[in-house]
Antibody
Framework: QEQLQESGPGLVKPSETLSLTCAVYGGSINSFYWNWIRQSPGKGLEWIGFVHHSGSTNYNPSLESRVTMSIDKSKNQFSLRLNSVTAADTAVYFC?????????????????????WGQGIAVTVSS | IQLTQSPSFLSASVGDRVTITCRASQDISSYSAWYQQKPGTAPKLLIYTASALQTGVPSRFRGSGSGTEFTLTISSLQPEDFATYYCQQLDSYPRTFGQGTKVELK
């Protein structure tokens, strides 16, 4: 059973860089989209972006100027960097896997949701 | 693309049939998904591509809809189903989620 596990500091100072890693256990990092999502206290879910197994990325425009995602196939893990953080970046950060689109017997594209999630890591931005 | 769920809160009893609606601000074809989230845990995928049941999810969960309106139905609410439910659009970037529907015990 594939599992994801986030790691990183739980406390980051304002204006500094938040760095998180998601390790993939029990499966390959190839052939998937690897996503980061966050959830502010008492709030809903915000998609931050993904890194594809090829290394290509797609970021939420609301965060794009501050986000960098990368993938390390040799370590079976991927990472998130968010710079110039403020209190508004305080949240639980999740990593999640999305399988690639496939085509059913009728040729219809089937898009999976985020089928495996890490347990989440709480990050507080405070001095 | 904005997703609006209704209702935001729902009180129900065990055995009730529950329906949650998600409306998209533009046509997303059938590219929606539904998640269940319990306090302190990550969301769990229930439904993808509007109506496909994720492996291991009980058949009392059913998704339907296309275009701009989608529905998640729980045919007979069980004690373990009290949670918050989110819809998501998978049609375009950035991926977005609805604001959530909290299902509480009446």
């Amino acid at each position: 059973q594939e599992q994801l596990q986030e790691s990183g500091p739980g406390l980051v100072k304002p204006s500094e860089t938040l760095s998180l890693t998601c390790a993939v256990y029990g499966g390959s990092i190839n052939s998937f989209y690897w996503n980061w999502i966050r959830q502010s206290p008492g709030k809903g879910l915000e998609w931050i972006g993904f890194v594809h197994h090829s290394g290509s990325t797609n970021y939420n425009p609301s965060l794009e100027s501050r986000v960098t995602m990368s993938i390390d196939k040799s370590k079976n893990q991927f990472s998130l960097r968010l710079n110039s953080v403020t209190a508004a970046d305080t949240a639980v950060y999740f990593c999640a896997r999305q399988p690639l689109t496939y085509y059913d017997v009728d040729g219809y594209p089937v898009r999976y949701g985020f089928d495996i999630w890490g347990q989440g890591i709480a990050v507080t931005v405070s001095s | 693309i904005q997703l609006t769920q209704s209702p935001s809160f729902l009180s129900a009893s065990v055995g009730d049939r529950v329906t949650i609606t998600c409306r998209a601000s533009q046509d997303i074809s059938s590219y929606s998904a539904w998640y269940q989230q319990k306090p302190g845990t990550a969301p769990k995928l229930l439904i993808y591509t509007a109506s496909a049941l994720q492996t291991g999810v009980p058949s009392r969960f059913r998704g339907s809809g296309s275009g701009t309106e989608f529905t998640l139905t729980i045919s007979s609410l069980q004690p373990e189903d009290f949670a918050t439910y989110y819809c998501q659009q998978l049609d375009s970037y950035p991926r977005t989620f609805g604001q959530g529907t909290k299902v509480e015990l009446k």
